[in-house]
Every structure is written in structure tokens, then in C-alpha cells.
């Protein structure tokens, strides 16, 4: 390509139709139509008599996508979606620049995110170190879980250049958020409803039907965290599964048999979200699923430590002698005792544990010792002793329902009571 240099102080050219005149670093145009041309007759329109004006055009990023495959999951209303899962990493990449014009260095691309909190929080904020036009994005924030994550690519502003929006998936992604909110809005009304279905979590089942008790409030925010988040400080206990397959349980049993269940349906999902968090929480042997009887029995000194930590429980009378009670001659010792004082227990404001054999509730007696029948259940006062009838009569919460005043006959409730723990 050849230029021309001209080196005078006043060039004049004129023709019949057109003039220009370079006149003491000014350059004049005149002609009698209006179409002088910048960059010749490919170029931009000028107006006669304005001198040609320079390229301005700014580079920016125009389009951005996500390379790495999304993962399957639901949203908060249930549907089927795609998105992005936390703790894993995903490569997000420009695509194409305005007026197709790449900056001078892909250094000056940069990245930021934004995203809402379901409390309306909106969280937003550049990509530290994050440069060039393909970066890996590391989902970190367990805030971001549940929520659409917005990533922008830009060199000015990051509402000058290109965004895209992805469902980020709540960490146990394929519960749905509107069915668990209404379950647990009934459990707050009938905190009884907690109900462990085919799962040996008995003695989680009791502690979690006297924390909705006792704190209908703080069960909801528990429940809701823990499902978004993955996990949640609950006053002193720290509820967050120590398997990670606990995530990915999909509570449906037509495409996954193994979630619990029985024959009267599967397992509430608001139910498996705490009992199986909570057990999973002490115990990473279990995985929640159907069939796991070994792993998820609640031993006495399991519940111990968890009516300190998980429901703050001050003051604790452990009574649950199991060992002593289960020899045969004890089978066939007077317990009324043991049921006064749990009665006394109940009216001073103590909240009861009972360990039983669960033939108890089928008021049959009990004479062979077998762990796995062990059974929790809450004591709920209403203790009568009727010797001429040879029974006892109380209230209890157990298996999804409260039982009130039922009857047992002595010798039954001699055979399969193991003790109680007591606290407030």
C-alpha cells in the first residue's frame, strides 16, 4: 500500500464538481453534492464542509457461554433443570467481541457475578484474579446454592459487556423446595407427623419431634438451610453429613428404591432431610437408604450427647440402665416404679426419652434380646397404675403419631422397658 506526503504550506485542488484545500495543517472540503466519503466510497457520510472523523469504536465483550456440561437436578418449583453444582468447577468462555473488535490484550477481559438470596439479598461483585477470555469458575459460596447465578465477561463495566444466567442447584438438588417448605409447615402444626418410616432412626425421630417442640421456629430455618446449603450451625450441633452421596439421594422411589419407605408410601422427604442429615452427621456409615438397620440404631449414648448439642438440653438424668434390665429375671420385675418416676420427670417440665423393645406397642412381652427391636419413644405423661387390672396406662410419641393414654398390661411393659433419659 503506497501513501502520498505532502510537504507544502497551502495545496489547493479543484475540479468542477469538488475542491479540498491544505492550508496551514487545515484541510477544507467543498462539494456540490453531499456524499464526501471517509475512507473512500466504502467509508462513512459526511456532512459538507465537516472534516472526516476518527474511529471510535470501543472494544467490548459481546457473547459469553459455559464449555463444561451442566448436571441434572430440580429447581425450588420441582421442574427438571439443569445447572451448576457446588464445590464442582466449570469453564466459562467469550464467544464474540462488539463490532467484532478484540482488544489489545485478552488481559483486559474481566469477570464478575451476581446473584439473590431467597431472603433478597442481591450479592454481586468482580472475579478476583479472574482475566482473559476463558476462566475457571470455582462454585464455593454456599449462598450461591439455590439460587440464579448471573456471570458477566468486560472490559469497562460489567453492564457494558456480555452476561449469562444459570440455576445454581440447592445442595440436595433433587428435593423440591415448595414440597419440603409445605411439610414443614405441617410438622410446625403436628411436630407428631415426624416420622421415621422404615429407617432404624427412632431415637433421631423422638429428638426431632421435642425439637419442633421446642423450637417450631429455628426447625423450620434448619430444615430450609440445610436443604439450600448443605448443611447448618443448629444452636451448638453442627448439622452437615459427613457422606457426600447424601446429596445426591433422590426421594422417589419409581426411580430409586433404595429411599425409604413401607407400605404405606415413601418417607417424607422434611423427615429423611433431618434424620438422615443428623445420623450422617455422627455416623458416616450411614447412607440413608432403605434396608440399613445396623447403621442407624440410636444407641443410649448416642442420644446423650445430642440432647446437650442439638437441643440444649442443661441438665440430663440418664436412667437407661439397658444392660441390667434386659437379663430374664429383670424381665419379670415390677417397672412401676420406673413409670412414676418418669411421670414426675414429665411434670416438672423434663422432657422423657423411653427405651423399649418395640413389641411393647404391640403389647405383647418380650423374652429374647435382640438390639435391633430397641426402640424410642417420647413419653408424654397421662401415668396411671391400675394393679387390679394388672396395667398402666400413658401417653407417647411414636412412628408418625401421638398415642394418648393407651393401655399396656404390666407384664408387658415389665418385659420391654429397658429405661428412660430425662432432661431439660
Not at 320 to 326: L, N, T, V
Request: aromatic share 10%; proline share 4%.
Amino acid at each position: 500500500m503506497g501513501r502520498i506526503i505532502f510537504r507544502a504550506k497551502k495545496l489547493t485542488e479543484t475540479s468542477k464538481a469538488a475542491s479540498w484545500i491544505a492550508d496551514n495543517g487545515n484541510l477544507h472540503l467543498q462539494a456540490d453534492k453531499a456524499n464526501v466519503m471517509q475512507k473512500g466510497n466504502e467509508g462513512v457520510h459526511l456532512k459538507i464542509g465537516d472534516p472526516p472523523k476518527a474511529d471510535t469504536a470501543v472494544p467490548e465483550v459481546a457473547a459469553i457461554k459455559i464449555s463444561t456440561p451442566l448436571d441434572q437436578g430440580i429447581n425450588n418449583s420441582g421442574a427438571a433443570v439443569n445447572g451448576m453444582l457446588f464445590d464442582h468447577r466449570y469453564i466459562f468462555e467469550v464467544t464474540a467481541f462488539k463490532n467484532g473488535t478484540p482488544p489489545a490484550s485478552e488481559n483486559l477481559i474481566k469477570w464478575a457475578y451476581a446473584y439473590t438470596t431467597p431472603e433478597g439479598q442481591v450479592i454481586k461483585n468482580w472475579l478476583q484474579g479472574a482475566f482473559g477470555k476463558k476462566i475457571m469458575l470455582h462454585i464455593a459460596a454456599h449462598e450461591a446454592c439455590g439460587t440464579q447465578l448471573t456471570i458477566s465477561a468486560f472490559i469497562k463495566q460489567p453492564d457494558k459487556g456480555a452476561s449469562i444466567t444459570t440455576w445454581v442447584h440447592n445442595r440436595f438438588r433433587w428435593f423440591p423446595r415448595n414440597q419440603l417448605q409445605t411439610q414443614i409447615s405441617q410438622t410446625q402444626q403436628a411436630p407428631e407427623k415426624i416420622d421415621q418410616n422404615s429407617t432404624p432412626l427412632c431415637g433421631i425421630a423422638a429428638l426431632g419431634y421435642l425439637l419442633v417442640k421446642d423450637d417450631a421456629a429455628g426447625y423450620a430455618n434448619l430444615l430450609l438451610n440445610l436443604h439450600r446449603k448443605g448443611e447448618y450451625l443448629y444452636k451448638t450441633f453442627l448439622v452437615k453429613p459427613l457422606d457426600e452421596q447424601l446429596y445426591d439421594m433422590v426421594p422417589d422411589t419409581g426411580k430409586n428404591p433404595g429411599y425409604p419407605h413401607n407400605a404405606a408410601g415413601p418417607m417424607r422427604m422434611a423427615d429423611w432431610l433431618l434424620l438422615a442429615s443428623v445420623k450422617n452427621s455422627e455416623v458416616k456409615a450411614y447412607e440413608g437408604k432403605q434396608g440399613e438397620e445396623w447403621d442407624g440404631i440410636t444407641w443410649p449414648w448416642d442420644v446423650l450427647p445430642l440432647l446437650k448439642k442439638l437441643l440444649n438440653y442443661q441438665t440430663i438424668n440418664n436412667q437407661a440402665h439397658y444392660i441390667a434390665r434386659i437379663t430374664p429375671f429383670s424381665r419379670y420385675t415390677s417397672k412401676k416404679q420406673d413409670l412414676l418416676d418418669m411421670q414426675a420427670a414429665h411434670a416438672a417440665g423434663e422432657k422423657v426419652l423411653m427405651l423399649i423393645d418395640a413389641d411393647m406397642l404391640s403389647n405383647k412381652n418380650t423374652y429374647t434380646i435382640t438390639t435391633t427391636s430397641w426402640h424410642w419413644i417420647v413419653f408424654e405423661g397421662d401415668a396411671t397404675v391400675d394393679d387390679a387390672a394388672e396395667t398402666y396406662t400413658f401417653s407417647y410419641y411414636s412412628w408418625g403419631q401421638k398415642n394418648n393414654k393407651a393401655v399396656f398390661r404390666q407384664s408387658v411393659f415389665n418385659s420391654n422397658f429397658y429405661g428412660f433419659i430425662s432432661g431439660k
